[in-house]
């Protein structure tokens, strides 16, 4: 009688993965994958960044909860505990947090938070982290300062951090939307928790700064700033070339000068040894630029699949374990559309969607792509800020 379960049960799993492969080949979404919740007890989560803060080999985040005024810190608490709500921590409380970022602003080894401010708050702030590592989930141990050369400057909207060679502290690499809009660099002073001493220099006009992304684009061994600019008359992706020093960073241009860009990922979509970047369009398609022998590049569109909302983030890496890189997007204006989907790249080089989301949310951001349940696939990490799904995770059913 139990070999007869056992039979029968095995038999509809067959006929259940069948019937999934016929769907998939035809070009079906297929079925959603579980949601699990990381936090969502403020209002308007914007953007994942991530960081092993604390040395455990796993990857933590931070976030800015935009209507909230919040700026949290989530400590990933490894595989056992990843489908629960993480242990969290308020690090500041600052209006309009656009991005938050881990950075060791100071070198003294404890990992901090700056966040960047838009709306009237127009404002770069430290979240200066306690040096004790056992206190690091103690809000009260936190301490918030602005940058003073960052006040009313612009409306900032992305922060990158750069430690250059042979220092110990980073520089802060910052990018802007609107009046006043730039891409440009806070430098420290020697003491650098003096924040009123550090400087800034503007290195390049921008419309609405999406991505910041470092990257060797012309494989010279020093990172450059890639870079996705959606509004403006620069609009685009492009990149300024690292001066590896003293210098001017030149700005070079990969293309999409008409579409408005939003965020961006880069590697090798069709291991062939040459980069691609493939950008998000509000909008419109998945385009995907790739770097040709001669040094330029190459437009291609991947179409959005239908019944979805408009691109936001993208995130690039192997779902299925076939060796190929497959794209995960996200969408805002997704009300009662998906917003969150997979595009499995097939061996011909074109694709097939993959429901990931389903129809809940309706704004997505940033996305990554980690194994947080170490089952040996990638999983999909993301945040939603209107309907209150807050920072969430999708696990990848394999």
């Known amino acids: 009688m139990a070999d007869g379960r056992v039979l029968r049960c095995l038999a509809a799993c067959c006929v259940f993965m069948v019937l999934c492969a016929a769907a998939?080949?035809?070009?079906?979404?297929?079925?959603?994958?579980?949601?699990?919740?990381?936090?969502?007890?403020?209002?308007?989560?914007?953007?994942?960044?991530?960081?092993d803060v604390n040395g455990d080999g796993c990857q933590d985040i931070a976030t800015g909860w935009e209507e909230g005024g919040v700026v949290r810190v989530y400590l990933n608490p490894g595989p056992a505990g990843a489908k629960m709500p993480w242990p969290a921590v308020e690090v500041g409380?600052?209006?309009?947090?656009?991005?938050?970022?881990?950075?060791?602003?100071?070198?003294?080894?404890?990992?901090?938070?700056?966040?960047?401010?838009?709306?009237?708050?127009?404002?770069?702030?430290?979240?200066?982290?306690?040096?004790?590592?056992?206190?690091?989930?103690?809000?009260?141990?936190?301490?918030?300062?602005?940058?003073?050369?960052?006040?009313?400057?612009?409306?900032?909207?992305?922060?990158?951090?750069?430690?250059?060679?042979?220092?110990?502290?980073?520089?802060?690499?910052?990018?802007?939307?609107?009046?006043?809009?730039?891409?440009?660099?806070?430098r420290p002073a020697d003491a650098a928790r003096d924040l009123a001493a550090w400087s800034w220099e503007r290195l390049q006009a921008a419309g609405w700064v999406m991505s910041l992304v470092w990257a060797d684009m012309d494989s010279d061994g020093a990172p450059d700033l890639l870079f996705s600019d959606r509004k403006g008359a620069n609009r685009g992706c492009h990149w300024l070339r690292n001066p590896g020093g003293s210098g001017e960073w030149a700005l070079l241009t990969a293309g999409?000068?008409?579409?408005?860009?939003?965020?961006?990922?880069?590697?090798?979509?069709?291991?062939?040894?040459?980069?691609?970047?493939?950008?998000?369009?509000?909008?419109?398609?998945?385009?995907?630029?790739?770097?040709?022998?001669?040094?330029?590049?190459?437009?291609?569109?991947?179409p959005m699949p239908e019944n979805t909302g408009t691109g936001k983030g993208v995130g690039l890496g192997d779902l299925d374990g076939d060796g190929l890189a497959d794209?995960?997007?996200?969408?805002?204006?997704?009300?009662?559309?998906?917003?969150?989907?997979?595009?499995?790249?097939?061996?011909?080089?074109?694709?097939?969607?993959?429901?990931?989301?389903?129809?809940?949310?309706?704004?997505?951001?940033?996305?990554?792509?980690?194994?947080?349940?170490?089952?040996?696939?990638?999983?999909?990490?993301?945040?939603?800020?209107?309907?209150?799904?807050?920072v969430i995770w999708y696990e990848n059913p394999g």
């Open 93 to 186: 409380r600052v209006r309009s947090p656009e991005d938050a970022v881990f950075a060791d602003v100071d070198g003294d080894g404890a990992v901090d938070v700056v966040s960047a401010c838009e709306g009237k708050e127009r404002t770069i702030y430290v979240h200066w982290a306690p040096r004790d590592p056992s206190k690091y989930l103690d809000g009260s141990q936190w301490k918030t300062e602005a940058i003073p050369a960052s006040v009313a400057r612009t409306q900032w909207m992305f922060i990158a951090p750069a430690v250059s060679p042979g220092s110990r502290v980073p520089e802060l690499f910052a990018g802007a939307k609107n009046e006043g809009a730039c891409i440009g660099v806070f």
């Open 256 to 302: 999409l000068r008409e579409h408005e860009v939003m965020f961006l990922a880069t590697g090798d979509v069709d291991d062939d040894g040459m980069r691609d970047i493939v950008v998000a369009t509000r909008g419109g398609p998945i385009m995907r630029l790739e770097q040709n022998p001669s040094g330029g590049w190459d437009e291609t569109a991947i």
């Open 327 to 390: 794209i995960v997007f996200t969408c805002e204006n997704a009300k009662d559309k998906r917003g969150v989907m997979g595009l499995r790249q097939r061996e011909d080089g074109t694709w097939s969607p993959r429901d990931i989301g389903g129809l809940d949310g309706v704004k997505f951001d940033r996305v990554e792509l980690l194994d947080l349940d170490a089952d040996g696939d990638l999983d999909v990490l993301t945040c939603e800020e209107t309907a209150g799904l807050g």
């Open 24 to 51: 998939f080949a035809a070009d079906e979404p297929g079925l959603p994958w579980p949601r699990h919740v990381i936090d969502n007890t403020s209002r308007g989560a914007d953007g994942v960044r991530l960081a």
